[in-house]
C-alpha cells in the first residue's frame, strides 16, 4: 500500500472514530439539575443533586432511555431568584431534555415562565409553595405536596394537643410567607387564634426582640415556617428565655444542621415533613446505595429528588420520543408511578395528588418518626 492511500486510510479511520464519538455524544439526553449548591441551605440542595445523580447512574447502567445515555448539567440556584434565573436560562440554552430539582420556592418561582416559554418539562422535587400552582404555565409538576397539605396537617395536630393560642414566625420569603398566611387563616377557621405574627430577616443572629414579643404574648405554641439555619438559632434562644411551650417547623427545617445549630434545645420540636428516607420502606436499596457512593446518609428530599429523575426517564420512555411536549403530556398522564417516596400521580394542577407530609419530633439531637402520613 503506498504511503498517500496510508494516510488516507488511516485519516478516514480517524475521521470514523471522531464521528462515532460525537454522534455517541449527540446521542446523549442532558436533564437539567435545578438546586442550591451554595448559600445558608446549601446541605439540602447538594444532596438532592446526589441523588438525581444516583439515579441517572442507575438509568444509565440499566441501558438508558430510549437506548441513550442521560448526562446531567447541574446548575446552582443559590436560594437566590436572580441566580436561579441565570442558572434556568443557562440549561435552556443548552436545550436540555427537562429539569429535577427546584428546591427553594422564592428561587423556583421566576424560572417557571423561563422553563415554560422554552416547553421544558420541570418536575420539582422540595419546593412547594402554593404560588408556584397559580405560576405554573403547565410544564412544572410538583411531587412534594403543597403548602395546603402541610397546613392541613399542622392545624389538625395543633388541635391534637389542645394548642388554642399560636405564635407564627416568617422571613417574607415566597416559602415561608405563604405557609405562614395559610396558616394563620387556617388556624382562624379552626377558632383557634393568632396572638403574634413576627417577620424576622434571613439570617438573624439574634432573636431577642421575637422572642420578648412571644413570651409577652404566651402563645401554647409556637410555629416557625422558615429555614433551619435561622430556625435553629429561634428555637435555642426561645428556650434560653423560658419560653416552655410546644414549638413546630416547616418542613424547610428537616435537617441534621438544625441540631447543630440548636442544640439540645431541639430536643422535643415537631417538624411537619415530606417522610424521611429511613421511614420509607421502599428505600431499603437505596440507602446503602447513596452510602456507598457518597459516603454519608441521605437527606431529607433525596428520595424524591431520586424519584424525580426516575420519573423523568418513565415519562420519556412513555412518550417513546425526546419532544418536549410530548414528555410533557406523558408526565399528565403519569398513573401510579410507584417511587422510593410513594406513588406519584398529579391533580389538574400537575400537584401531587396525595398528601405526604408526616411529622417528626427531635430526639437525641436527630429527628425520629413521631406520627406517619395519614
Not at 485519516?11 to 471522531?18: D, E, F, M, R, W
Not at 436560594?79 to 427553594?104: F, M, R, T, W, Y
Not at 398522564?333 to 398528601?355: E, H, Y
Amino acid at each position: 500500500m503506498s504511503t498517500r492511500r496510508r494516510l488516507l486510510t488511516a485519516c478516514a479511520a480517524t475521521a470514523g472514530i471522531l464521528l462515532g464519538a460525537a454522534a455517541s455524544h449527540a446521542a446523549d439526553l442532558t436533564v437539567g439539575v435545578l438546586t442550591e449548591l451554595s448559600g445558608s441551605q446549601a446541605t439540602i440542595g447538594i444532596d438532592m443533586a446526589n441523588a438525581i445523580r444516583l439515579a441517572a447512574s442507575q438509568i444509565n447502567a440499566a441501558g438508558g432511555v430510549l437506548g441513550q445515555k442521560i448526562t446531567l448539567s447541574v446548575q446552582d440556584e443559590a436560594c437566590d431568584p436572580q441566580q436561579a434565573v441565570n442558572a434556568a436560562s443557562k440549561l435552556v440554552s443548552e436545550n436540555v431534555i427537562g429539569v429535577v430539582g427546584g428546591s427553594c420556592s422564592g428561587s423556583t418561582l421566576p424560572t417557571l415562565k423561563i422553563f415554560g416559554d422554552a416547553h421544558i418539562p420541570f418536575i420539582i422535587t422540595a419546593a412547594n409553595s402554593t404560588k408556584l400552582i397559580s405560576a405554573n404555565p403547565g410544564n412544572a409538576f410538583m411531587i412534594n405536596s403543597t403548602g395546603y397539605d402541610q397546613v392541613a396537617t399542622a392545624v389538625k395536630f395543633f388541635e391534637s394537643k389542645g394548642i388554642k393560642t399560636l405564635a407564627v414566625i416568617d422571613e417574607g420569603d415566597a416559602y415561608s410567607a405563604d405557609l405562614s398566611k395559610l396558616t394563620q387563616e387556617a388556624w382562624a377557621k379552626s377558632g383557634g387564634k393568632v396572638v403574634v405574627h413576627g417577620v424576622s430577616n434571613p439570617g438573624e443572629q439574634d432573636f431577642s426582640a421575637m422572642v420578648t414579643r412571644i413570651k409577652a404574648a404566651k402563645p401554647d405554641a409556637v410555629f416557625w415556617t422558615a429555614y433551619y439555619a435561622d430556625g435553629g438559632l429561634l428555637i435555642k434562644q426561645l428556650r434560653q428565655a423560658g419560653y416552655g411551650g410546644l414549638i413546630a417547623l416547616g418542613d424547610g427545617n428537616n435537617s441534621p444542621t438544625l441540631f447543630a445549630l440548636a442544640g439540645a434545645a431541639a430536643n422535643g420540636v415537631y417538624c411537619f415533613s415530606n417522610p424521611t428516607a429511613e421511614d420509607l420502606p421502599k428505600a431499603k436499596a437505596f440507602i446503602p446505595a447513596y452510602r456507598e457512593r457518597f459516603n454519608q446518609a441521605p437527606g431529607p428530599y433525596s428520595t424524591l429528588s431520586y424519584d424525580g429523575m426516575d420519573l423523568l426517564a418513565n415519562a420519556i420512555t412513555r412518550a417513546g420520543s425526546t419532544d418536549k411536549e410530548k414528555i410533557i403530556a406523558a408526565l399528565k398522564q403519569t398513573k401510579d408511578f410507584q417511587g422510593v417516596a410513594g406513588p406519584i400521580d398529579f391533580t389538574p394542577q400537575n400537584t401531587l395528588a396525595r398528601s405526604n407530609f408526616v411529622i417528626l419530633i427531635g430526639t437525641a439531637r436527630h429527628w425520629v418518626l413521631y406520627q406517619s402520613a395519614s
